[in-house]
């Protein structure tokens, strides 16, 4: 028989099991805050559960818990996290300090299935969905990392790593769930943005499942004949069904919406490419965020000059929509947006 992953397991389902097992079903809130708020990593340690219960649970279940199997730091102070899952695959998570807060950027997926030419993730084969714990346990690692190196617990979570969040809605929700939940870190939602290529259909759905996290999307170009060329998916995610997703979103939501931007040299930085940004912005309540383009091994991308990104901050600012310029972070390890591609 092979053995459960006891995390699969709700509450309900636990208490079930232990009434099953003639023992009282309280323990299940014991195991439970063992296994979400202590983030356990095997049942010897439950130490105040009888050897027997103990024994019990390592009869019918295992945890697969992931494990750090390499931890780099940045000049910077950034960290990355190389995850081993139990089934030997590797992920990426990065730790980003700045004065006041932590953030946490895990992945939701084993590589991407989306195929961004500027993005070293897009390098790698899709091979499955992250689970909810596996995404809850690069979370608390690096919560934990970050009470021990920075003597602060963790303040904000990204859904910027490798993968496609919205392609693996429900086991991201399930995370955010227990991250948010009182049983797991507690963490208010208001904290947590997640990041989106643009799924339309999905970015209704959540807007409809009445979530309370941020939203951000990965622009990149307000023109769809440009977009298409360096996001390929977007052929069949247009940014017209984008807009009208993100419309809804905002109605039932009431909660802006991020653009992602990056400006390269000689792609998007003239002026057209400006004003269809800025009519795009006039769509939908937002807030333009424009990242440095991280150089990837193979990419012939090159980040445009800071005259040109002057040009689109003063064009945004002069309509209204607020931007910000953000530096990248942990570039000389690989742990910059856009970089994570298991490297080592
Ligand atoms: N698939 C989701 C989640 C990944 S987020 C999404 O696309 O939003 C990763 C972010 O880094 C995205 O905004 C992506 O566009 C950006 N990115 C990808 N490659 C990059 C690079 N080389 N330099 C800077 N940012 C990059």
Known sequence: MTKKDIRRLSLEDLRLFFTEQGQQSFRANQVYQWLWQKGAHDFEGMTNLSL???????????INHISVDQMQRSSDGTIKNAVRLHDDLIVESVLIP???RTTACVSSQVGCSLD???????????????????IYDQVMAIHQESLLYYDRPL???????????????????????????????????????????????MIKKLADDHVKFHLALSLHSAIQEKRQVI????????????????????????R?????????????????????????CKKVPCK?????????????????????????????ERAHIPVTVRRSRGNDIDAACGQLANKH
């Open 52 to 62: 027997e219960t103990r024994e019990l649970l390592q009869e019918h279940f295992v």
């Open 98 to 100: 700045t004065k006041t």
């Open 116 to 134: 961004c030419t500027f993005c070293a993730t897009a390098r790698l084969k899709r091979m499955r969905n992250l689970n909810p714990d596996e």
């Open 155 to 201: 303040s904000n979570i990204v859904f910027m790593g490798m993968g496609e969040p919205l392609m693996n809605y429900n086991n991201v929700l399930l995370a955010i769930e227990k991250i948010t939940g009182v049983e797991g870190l507690g963490m208010s939602p208001k904290r947590i943005t997640l990041s989106t290529s643009g799924v339309p259909k």
């Open 231 to 254: 996001m390929p998916f977007a052929e069949r995610f247009t940014l017209d069904d984008v807009s009208e997703a993100l419309v809804y979103w905002y109605e039932k939501t009431k």
């Open 256 to 280: 802006r919406i991020t653009f992602e931007y990056i400006v390269w040299d000689g792609f998007n930085d003239t002026d057209q490419d400006i004003r269809a940004l800025v009519q795009f």
């Open 288 to 316: 333009v965020n424009i990242i440095e383009y991280n150089a990837i091994d193979d990419g012939d991308f090159k980040q445009a000059s800071e005259h040109r990104i002057q040009a689109y901050t003063q064009a945004l």
